[in-house]
């Protein structure tokens, strides 16, 4: 049997990836994150409030989504206490706008930062061609990337690493013509994803719901598909059909898991955290930082395919009744996404009273405060839970389960995760590459 | 007619990649693109690959730093390459060397886990000397993260052979002679001492019960914005002191005080803060205890 070491690159940093080989195909591949940063130790001791400032920094990509999963906790603690915090629909869609905003701008980068000049590469016999910095698609998409974030930034300051939020609602106070210019901006950013994104208006794209339409367009997309179909990838990277979104989204009812299409619902309290093949389980005989999220003991993929297929788009379920869990549907299925969060967040602009109030504050001081809370949001990447438990407002342990630990596991040969059971069976390390960063893989998120 | 580009390699220690993502935010970034070029980014498929920049002799112009840094290679490390083998050899090569981020520059968050072993480049906190002793050729530019401006205006005055003048943290007066407080548009609130009552209102001072540290934080965030639209202090957020070599304080959302009393702006003597503050106390100003937009008249 032979083995080989191969690095991952361009996924928010690196992961090695160190591959058993038979007859000329991955037989197993271990999945290794070599950097640690404790910032789960670090909060321990602070006041609860710390937290919102110091869990965006976990990572620089999806900053709004940790603060978004911290103050669910936060006030979940309120909720185990004896207080229910009553927060006021337009802090609620000012958060969920903020949310939207960041995944947007995900999904956009991801596409024309991460995927698509890969893809170029694969369909370039391996040899690259200047792509970003250099051709006018890649400083299209920089703008929107730009145009979009300010729409948020509208409300939450700035982004990365905002903070907006606070116990009983929003810190903000947004005047009408704030929400005017983040609907005009929005819009904007509308125009750029119909152009380039969807060849297509975007009602248009949301009505659209099978496959040859998305191919038959005239867009990056387009382009995109046409090189995963040309090089097998609508077979390769497929899982376990098994998908799970624990975070609130208006596009199903409740935390839901699906095997197959078949959707069930889900309790964020049934998620644990292996420490299996890690440093902090054995020093000498674990191989990486990262933790594995399973769910009853067993894996599920999280990310846009898994919010679709359990919100049952039907654009996703046809790319999934014939291409199954592959890339091209975790690919398709990102994408897609960009106009359902477009369209949602239009929707909550038009209809954000500014008259309500932004922020209860709590009736039980903080110093007083002992409990424990849980928060789930669905981030870019997947659902993302913050677990806390506070004692008279002092932090005294703090739990981060990304999206990309559920993702990105180590199982064992026998039970393979998510990423290991899409790599096995592939039979060269540039498809196995593609396979891995369809996932949207974050690694500084992985180790936190 | 453009002059010749100037060519930057990006590399990053213990990280978010926060400040990558805000150097992506920057607006004129085709313009940026024809005056400097990229060659090594962690994040983007660029001309060249790490094993490239790393087994390469070629000099150039830019180093810029992203992350704190530490010789423990079993915390962090990059295509197997220590922070030794990568920041020793690539300095040699670089014309000038800029450490984006409170990270880079102090230690910053990822420092609090371990202050021993985990520093910035040229400062451990608030003390000199960090991964380095010393250099001649670095700025800081501080933050969490840095603004994209920042980066891009230093690396155009670097470029162009303009002197920088610097503080006592090697960070560019330009930016870092500016403090949050200045531009903040609840100044006149500062002024009459009238507090903000809680979260959520467009009212009221953050400075003295909601741990604003706008008045001791060096940087021009409400003069050129974040996003290009706002700042903490506009979406009535305290500032967390994100550009200071104590980044992240503890109790962020508290105004520490001393006898009941809050620290005096930087600079500024407790004698002659207090004595202001206790004048501007006296007097109760109708006009900002209302909301600013009242209805009843």
Known sequence: ?448 | MRRKKSSIVWIQGITCNGDSHSFYNYESMKSFSKDFEMLYHPLLLLKKSFQEIIEGEDAFDFLIIEGALSKDKSIIERFGYGMEDIVDALSKRAKHIICAGSCACYGGVFRLRDEKSIFGLLFSGKQKGGYWKDSSNVINLSGCPVHPSWIVDTLYALKENKKVITDEFLRPKEIYAYLAHHGCIRNEYFEWKVDCKGFGHKEGCLFYEQGCLGPMTHANCNKILWNNVSSKTRVGSPCVGCTEFDFPRKSLYETQTNMSLPQAPVGISKRAYYALAGVAKGFKIERLEKRLMDEDN
């Not at chain 1, 700035?158 to 009408?176: I, K």
């Not at chain 1, 709590?362 to 809370?373: A, D, M, N, T, Y």
């Open chain 1, 1 to 448: 049997m032979k083995i080989t070491k191969e690095i991952v690159e361009r996924i928010e940093g690196e992961a090695v990836l160190e591959l058993e080989w038979e007859k000329n195909k991955i037989n197993f591949a271990k999945i290794k994150f070599f950097n640690y940063r404790g910032l789960e130790q670090i909060m321990v001791s602070r006041p609860l409030y710390d937290a919102l400032v110091i869990t965006p920094r976990v990572c620089g990509i999806c900053s709004s989504a940790h603060a978004n999963a911290s103050i669910l906790a936060i006030e979940d603690c309120y909720t185990s206490f004896g207080e229910n915090l009553n927060i006021s629909a337009k802090a609620k869609a000012i958060r969920e706008i903020v949310l939207n905003i960041e995944k947007i701008h995900n999904h956009i980068k991801w596409y024309y930062f991460t995927i698509l000049p890969e893809l170029k590469k694969i369909d370039n016999n391996g040899k690259k061609t200047a792509y970003a910095f250099a051709q006018k698609e890649w400083f299209e998409a920089q703008k929107a990337i730009v145009t979009i974030l300010k729409a948020g930034s509208i409300f939450s300051g700035q982004w990365p690493h905002a903070s907006f939020l606070m116990a009983g609602g929003v810190t903000c106070d947004p005047l009408r013509s704030d929400v005017t210019q983040a609907q005009n901006i929005v819009d904007e950013v509308i125009d750029f994803c119909e152009e380039h994104i969807f060849g297509m208006s975007l009602s248009e794209f949301l009505g659209i719901d099978s496959s040859i339409q998305i191919m038959g367009s005239n867009s990056s997309l387009s382009d995109g598909m046409d090189i995963l179909m040309r090089h097998g990838f609508d077979s390769i990277g497929r899982s376990f059909d098994k998908f799970i979104a624990l975070g609130e989204s208006y596009m199903y009812d409740e935390a839901s898991k699906a095997v197959k299409t078949t959707v069930v619902k889900a309790d964020v309290k049934f998620v644990s955290e292996s420490l299996e093949h890690t440093f902090f389980e054995s020093k000498a005989n674990g191989y990486t930082y990262s933790k594995s999220a399973m769910y009853k003991k067993n894996y599920f993929e999280v990310g846009p395919m898994a919010r679709l297929i359990i919100g049952k788009d039907p654009l996703i379920r046809d790319f999934h009744r014939r291409f199954k869990d592959s890339v091209v549907t975790r690919v398709v299925s990102r994408v897609a996404e960009i106009a359902h969060l477009l369209n949602r967040t239009q929707y909550l602009l038009r209809h954000l009273d500014i008259s309500q109030v932004s922020c209860k504050k709590p009736k039980i001081h903080l110093k007083v405060l002992s409990g424990e809370g849980v928060g789930a949001v669905e981030g870019a990447r997947g659902s993302l839970i913050h677990r806390v438990r506070v004692k008279e407002g002092i932090i005294k342990e703090y739990d981060i389960i990304t999206p990309t630990v559920w993702n990105l596991g180590n199982g064992s040969q026998e039970n393979p995760s998510i990423a290991q059971e899409a790599i096995i069976g592939i039979d060269s390390i540039s498809k196995a590459d593609i396979v891995f960063k369809s996932f949207d893989v974050c690694s500084v998120c992985t180790t936190q």
